[in-house]
Structure formats: C-alpha cells, structure tokens
C-alpha cells in the first residue's frame, strides 16, 4: 500500500501556512499581532443583507436542499449587476451558474474541463487556486508573467509555438492577487482576438471588480464582443459586499464552459444554504451604498498604508485596486528573502504579512499587504516597522511616523 497519494503528491507544502502558524502561535501567547497577512475583511455584511439571512433561516421550508447552480432569482441578480455594471447581456439560465465562492468555481472548471496530459497557462505570481485547481485536476502548468505588458504577449506566443501539447487555457486575474495590477479594455481586446485565433479558454478571475481606486472602474473581458466565444468570468460578493465567509460567487459568460462546470457541480454539492442565496440577492439587488462606502474606505487605507510605511522607511507602491499591496522588500534586507523576512516582522514587528514566493517563485523579493486592519491599526503596524528596520541598521527617516 502506497503512502503516497497521486494528488498529494503534486502538492508542495504551503509556504503562507508556515508565517500564518507562526502568527496563529504568537496570538495564542497572548501577543498583539496586527494582522496584514490574509485578505480577510474586517468589515461587516450590509445590515439588510444579514436581516434577509434571518428572515429566511425562519422559513420552516428553507432548510432542504437547494440548487446546485443556484436559486433562480440569483442568477438573475447576477445577470443584472452584469448589465449595468458593464453593459453585457447575460441568459440566467445558460451563461450564469452559482459558485461556493470563485475559488470553489475555479477548482470545479478545472475538474470539469483539464485532466492528465492537458497544459494550462497561468499567471506567476498569483493566487494559489489559478494554479493549484489544475494540478489537482492532474493537468501541467506552464508559467506566464502576471504583468500585462509586452513580454506578456511574447510569454503567450512562445507558450503556444514550444508547449506540447499546446495550451488549451489561460487564466488571468485583474485586478491581481498578489499583485494588485491592473489593465484596460484594450488589454481584453488583444487577449480575446488571441484566444480566438489560438483555441484557447480563458478564464478570467474578477473578485476584486468593485475595489478600485482613482476613479478608474475595473473593467471586464465579457465587454469584448465575441469574448463570450472564448471566456468564462467569476466574481465573488466576499469583497464587494464583505460576505468572506459566506462563500458565495459566480461564474458567467461561455455556454459551454458553463454547461461544464453546472454539471461537475451537480455531482459535488447542493448549492449554498438557500437563506444565504435569498441574502445574496439582497445583496445584488438593494441599496449599493455600502459598495461605494467600502471603496472610499479601503482607498483611505491605502494611502494611510502607504504614506506611513514610507515614512518608516520602506516604500511602497500605491496599488490601483483590490485590498492588497504588492511591497518590494527593503533594498537592504532583499537577500533575506520573502518568506524569511515576513518571519521577522511577524517576531519582531508584530506584523503579519504574506511571503511573495507563496504565490510562485516570480513573486520572491516581495510581501502582501492585506489592508485589513484600520487605520489606527496600519499606523501602528508602521511604527513597528520602523523600530525594526532601525534595529537592522536600515537609515529610516527622522520624520515622526504616525
């Protein structure tokens, strides 16, 4: 009997889970950990979203199965955020399907559409399910730059000219988690017109779509026409609306894809708990409010973050969008490495981050900041930076911090 199984073995130990015991160790010894490392929100729901949750959990007959592609009524919310968010026409019926959060969706597809054999490009670095949901589903991943800039396109032309087999799916994921960037439509429109001329899906990773900053709305590849051809788009209400935990997002665009996925799902699970999706629409459907609230709040943070962590002497660069930021570490402290770096913050700082290498060896030389804390909190995080930078003998500025 093998101890080894197929699948685990495909997997390599979770290098965040080493800094996330180290922190899950120090809180339980009664240490004050300020908490930059998970893109947790530390927001609540909208209070009409929890009241529907209620109101719903009271129905004697709410507590049986559900859909496993979602109650109706969701999907069409879905659809209509899509039309007046950008503009796209979505069928409820066969082009929108009900996800356990995007990650739950991302794994299902891969599951539904790769296996053995079958390559897969993704984005390095990036977040662990646009990689690790294939590898699990048995398919090869090859890697292409998460920077939407010229050498992307070369990166996808070389892929498809030296990959046997060739690719038959690109993921991307904008704006990106880990490293906050983000692109136009032009951007979609060259990615699509690919994508069409290459037979290759694309899966596109929107769960951030509604946290963007300096005016500038985050766009969707489902804009392109004919993007439906080729492309399946998942968002996720965990940021939007701050229902993490509630795990509830889709997936929508190609027919095919959709299908696909609808049909794996039906196999896994029953859908989410029917008084969760009942709230869900509440959530698409009511007053939006708090998206917008949320927004100012996050881009507050954002500047605070980065203004006060610059003047405790590292610099970080102001992210367009999501909750993250993607920091360079300290140019003194670069050959320490990403994973052993965010150890020493954790020990010495008492602030928690996450390891760039967690997200593919492209992201090494970096860290993740989680803008999950206030800002009271952030400036907090920031005089502890600088007392340990400073004690590393790194010159930080005189100017008071906070």
């Known amino acids: 009997m093998s101890d080894e199984f197929y699948r685990i073995k495909r997997l390599p130990p979770y290098v965040i889970a080493e800094v996330n015991a180290m922190r899950a160790q120090a809180r339980s ?9 998970m893109g947790n929100p530390d927001l609540p729901p909208p209070q009409h979203v929890i009241d529907k949750l209620c109101e719903v959990a009271r129905k004697p007959d709410a507590h049986g199965y559900s859909q496993s592609k979602g ?29 356990m959060g995007s990650k739950e969706g991302l794994s ?34 090859r890697s292409v730059p998460t920077t939407p800039d010229e050498e992307y396109f070369r990166s996808l032309e070389r892929a498809m000219a030296f990959t046997v087999p060739r690719p038959s799916v690109l993921v991307v994921g904008y704006p990106s988690n880990p490293t906050a960037e983000t692109v ?24 951030y779509s509604e946290l963007y900053y300096d005016g500038n709305p985050t766009r969707s590849i489902l804009e392109v026409p004919g993007a439906k051809d080729v492309a399946v788009e ?26 696909a996925l609808t049909r794996v799902k ?28 949320n927004r100012a709040l996050y881009h507050k943070r954002r500047d605070v973050m980065v203004e006060s962590f610059g003047r405790a002497g590292w610099d970080i660069p102001a992210p367009r969008a999501s909750m993250f930021a993607w920091a360079p570490l300290p140019p003194a402290l670069r050959e320490m490495g990403s994973l052993e770096f965010s150890k020493q913050l954790l020990t010495h700082a008492k602030v928690a981050v996450a ?6 060896e492209d992201g090494e030389g970096y860290v993740r900041i989680a803008m999950v804390e206030n800002e009271q909190r952030l400036r907090q995080a920031a005089r502890n930076v600088k007392k340990y930078l400073q004690s590393m003998g790194v010159n930080t500025p005189t100017t008071k911090v906070g």
């Open 29 to 37: 010894g009664g240490e004050d950990i300020i908490d930059l490392g």
């Open 184 to 207: 136009d439509l032009a951007f979609y429109e060259r990615l699509v017109a690919w994508a069409r001329e290459n037979k290759v899906w694309v899966l596109s990773d929107l769960a």
């Open 266 to 293: 039906s196999y896994l699970d029953y859908g989410a708990f029917t008084p969760i999706q009942a709230a869900a629409c509440a959530a698409l459907n009511g007053p939006q409010d708090i998206v917008a609230a």
């Open 355 to 360: 390891p760039g290498v967690g997200y593919g």
């Open 108 to 141: 299902s597809l891969a599951t539904a559409i790769t296996g053995p054999g079958d390559v897969v490009l993704a984005p390095n670095p990036s977040y662990p399910i646009h990689t690790f949901g294939f590898i699990i589903a048995g398919a090869a991943i």
């Open 71 to 99: 109650i109706p009524g969701l999907r069409k919310a879905q659809a209509n955020y899509y039309g007046r968010r950008f503009g796209v026409e979505l069928d409820p019926e066969t082009e929108v399907v009900v996800t």
């Open 234 to 259: 998942f968002t996720s209400l965990s940021k939007t609306y701050s229902m993490a935990g509630w795990r509830m997002g889709f997936a929508v665009g190609n027919q095919k894809l959709i299908a």
